[in-house]
């Protein structure tokens, strides 16, 4: 995944690397279970939030919650937090402080962040402006959503002829 690539050699390139993928279309084409499969290929062990963990009634979880799990690996006002996190990291990804005040150590290594979603269009333009987030249109091809069906459930014994009649049969499921 060139993202990833691209913010391991940050430090050696002569340009601004986003920190932020974002893989964004229609709902249920596969975007995280792809890019899961691309994790477990090239062996990396991504840490995986979801969107239900950001919810938080106390102000400020969210954005402390990403902080934690940033610097671990080494339009509400919870919104506002989450955004103004992801968009701090994006401007200093190597300086992640987790309580009030800045420390020696709360300098890591840039951790590249990719988000999937549906519409990348809803979320605060500050953050997804180029610089910050690179962003990537998920657009799977018939082939590609026969494959990424077959792959879902080839544990489960079904075969490519049966995901084929399956996706033939419920067209346009976005």
Known sequence: MCHIVKNYIA????????????????????KSFQTELVFQAMGIE??????GELESERAGEPG???????????VTV??????GTLMNLSDNPTRVSIGQDWREKDITHRIPI???GNDLSRIYAPL????RMDKFYWQPTHEDIINVVHRMYEKDG????????????????D
């Not at 430090?11 to 596969?30: A, D, E, M, S, Y």
């Not at 919650?65 to 610097?71: A, D, K, N, P, S």
Request: hydrophobic share 40%; charged share 20%; no cysteine.
């Open 11 to 30: 430090h050696l390139l002569n340009t601004k690397v986003p920190l932020i993928l974002g893989i964004w279309g229609g709902k249920g084409q596969g």
């Open 46 to 51: 991504p840490v995986i939030m979801s969107a």
């Open 64 to 74: 402390k919650l990403i902080r934690e799990r940033f610097g671990n690996t080494q």
């Open 78 to 83: 919870n919104n506002q937090i989450v955004v």
């Open 114 to 116: 990719i988000v999937t």
């Open 128 to 131: 997804i402006r180029d610089g």
């Open 158 to 173: 079904i075969s490519r002829d049966a995901v084929v009649r399956i996706v033939d049969t419920f067209p346009n499921q």
